[in-house]
C-alpha cells in the first residue's frame, strides 16, 4: 500500500494500481521558468535532518536559476516509519510517500536470488526499482512539473554553474552513461528529465518483470539500462561541482 502525504490533505492511503487511472492535465510553463520537482527516494541516510538538508540544498539552486522547485520524499515504511510525523511538520517539504514493500521472502522468489553473481544484494536493488517507479508515477500524474530532478536522501550533490547543461527535454541526463564503447554502467544515483521521461525510465513494469530483470543483471545499474533502452530513451551525462554519497550512510 502507499500511503501519500501533501500539505492540507494529511496522510490518506492510496492504492498504487489506481495511479495511473488519474486524469492527466500537461500543463507547462508560458514563461521561461520551468517547475522543477526535486524527487528525493529512499531511506533517510544517516538520519532525517542530513536528508532534509540535501533536499534543500537542491531546492536552493533550482531557486537560484530563477525556477520553481517542488520538494518530493519516498520512502519505506520501515525504518523511516518513525521519521513520518516529523518530515510531514516540514513546511516545505510539499509531498511524502510513504509505501509498504513486498516481503523479503516475495522478492527473493521473484528475483530467484538473494545476491547478484557480482555480490548486489537483490533486495536493495528490488527496493530502489520498486520505489522509484511508484514515486515517479504519483510525480508524473500531477501534471504540474517541466523537469523531475530524482536524486537520493544519502548524496551530497551540486550542480553549480553547470545547473543548465542538465535540462534538455527529451533525454535522461545523469552523471555518467554508457561510453560508446559500450562498456560501462548508466548512474542510478541521480537524473534529471521531464516527468513522463523519468517515468518511463523507471517503469519497470510489474512485480514479476522487476524480479526477471533483476535476476538477468550482472550489476545493481543494468535494470535502468534496460528500461531505458525499452523506452527508448537515449542518456547523456552532464557534470557537477559536487558529487559525494555520504559515509555514514550505513552506520
Not at 85 to 103: G, K, N, T
Request: hydrophobic share 40%; aromatic share 10%.
Amino acid at each position: 500500500m502507499l500511503w501519500g502525504w501533501s500539505h492540507g490533505c494529511g496522510l490518506t492511503p492510496v492504492w498504487h494500481t489506481s495511479i495511473n487511472r488519474h486524469p492527466r492535465k500537461r500543463c507547462r510553463s508560458k514563461a521561461a521558468i520551468m517547475r522543477v520537482a526535486i524527487f528525493m527516494r529512499g531511506p533517510f541516510r544517516p538520519n532525517l535532518d542530513s536528508s532534509l538538508e540535501r533536499a534543500r540544498a537542491l531546492v536552493d539552486e533550482v531557486k537560484a536559476n530563477g525556477d520553481q522547485p517542488a520538494l518530493f520524499f519516498a520512502t519505506w515504511l520501515l525504518e523511516d516509519r518513525t521519521y513520518a510525523e516529523a518530515l510531514m511538520r516540514q513546511p516545505d517539504v510539499d509531498h511524502a510517500l510513504f509505501i509498504e514493500p513486498p516481503s523479503d521472502q516475495t522478492i527473493y522468489a521473484l528475483c530467484g536470488m538473494e545476491r547478484l553473481p557480482l555480490g548486489n544484494p537483490t533486495k536493495n536493488m528490488f527496493y530502489q526499482y520498486y520505489l522509484s517507479k511508484i514515486g515517479l508515477q504519483v510525480v508524473d500524474s500531477l501534471g504540474l512539473f517541466d523537469f523531475v530532478i530524482h536524486s537520493r536522501p544519502d548524496m551530497d550533490i551540486r550542480l553549480g554553474k553547470y545547473y543548465h547543461h542538465w535540462f534538455e527535454a527529451g533525454r535522461y541526463t545523469t552523471i555518467h552513461d554508457i561510453p560508446p564503447d559500450g562498456e560501462g554502467i548508466v548512474n542510478d544515483q541521480f537524473g534529471v528529465a521531464t516527468p513522463i521521461d523519468m517515468r518511463a525510465a523507471w517503469n519497470c513494469g510489474t512485480l514479476e518483470e522487476l524480479g526477471a530483470m533483476i535476476g538477468s543483471s550482472e550489476v545493481a545499474e543494468d535494470p535502468l539500462r534496460m528500461m531505458l533502452e525499452k523506452a527508448g530513451l537515449k542518456s547523456r551525462c552532464a557534470p557537477t561541482e559536487k558529487w559525494a554519497l555520504d559515509p555514514r550512510r550505513y552506520g
